[in-house]
């Protein structure tokens, strides 16, 4: 017999709880929640620009990478040549963050609108790779940015006062997380996933 003239299944009907609960909806959840935390921050450092730019400061001068001694006292010589005491470059860097955190926020917002469209019509490349890109972003600033350049190149891991280890651990691992799970190779990603039924 042939086989070109054997009728092709249809997708079989899933019920609300199992869409729900697949793969592509927590990642669509997830990156939701993703953009949302990026964007929150974008803005709150444009409308609050003084609060985060003192940690910024205090990072790049390295003025209390003393292990909680008072600032400017008891800092490590072998080290302080890599301080920035420029305020312009202070302000230069700040903003470059600000710049990044929006652009992936956007990026996000968008990867978020192509998920859920994806639900819809059971195609999510798309969706998959703007994903990638606004959370490799993340990964980027906080691993990258915070972690390696602002922990190690510039002592962050010694100051007491201003250490933004921890708050870039969990968002740089939310981020890793996620990206993770969208690189998953399961069915849910590469064909529909049939008709919704009560």
């Known amino acids: ?21 697949s793969l592509p909806m927590a990642v669509t959840l997830l990156v939701a929640v993703n953009a949302a935390d990026i964007l929150l921050v974008a803005l709150g450092n444009i409308t609050d620009y003084g609060t985060n730019f003192a940690f910024v400061q205090h990072v790049l001068s390295m003025d209390t990478t003393n292990l909680g001694g008072r600032p400017g006292v008891g800092l490590d010589p ?4 890599r301080a ?13 963050i600000i710049v ?3 652009a992936a926020a956007l990026v996000l917002i968008l990867a ?15 969706a998959r790779s ?12 906080f691993f990258g940015g915070f972690i390696a350049v602002g922990g190690e190149w510039f002592g962050m ?18 981020a890793a997380v ?21």
Do not use: C, K
């Open 100 to 102: 990044w955190e929006s």
């Open 157 to 174: 891991w010694r100051s007491t006062q201003w250490n933004g280890l921890d708050a870039a651990f969990r968002t740089g691992m939310l």
């Open 1 to 21: 017999m042939d086989d070109a003239a054997l009728p092709v299944p249809e997708p079989h009907a899933r019920r609300w709880w199992q869409v729900i609960g």
């Open 130 to 141: 703007v994903s990638s890109i606004g959370l490799l972003m993340l990964v980027a600033l």
């Open 178 to 198: 996620t990206l993770i799970l969208i690189h998953v190779p399961v069915a849910g990603w590469s064909r529909r996933s049939g008709t919704v039924r009560a």
């Open 112 to 126: 978020t609108v192509l998920l859920i469209a994806g639900m819809v019509r059971g195609e999510f490349r798309t």
């Open 84 to 96: 920035i005491t420029d305020p312009a470059a202070w302000n230069v860097a700040y903003v470059a």
């Open 78 to 81: 072998d080290i302080m040549w």
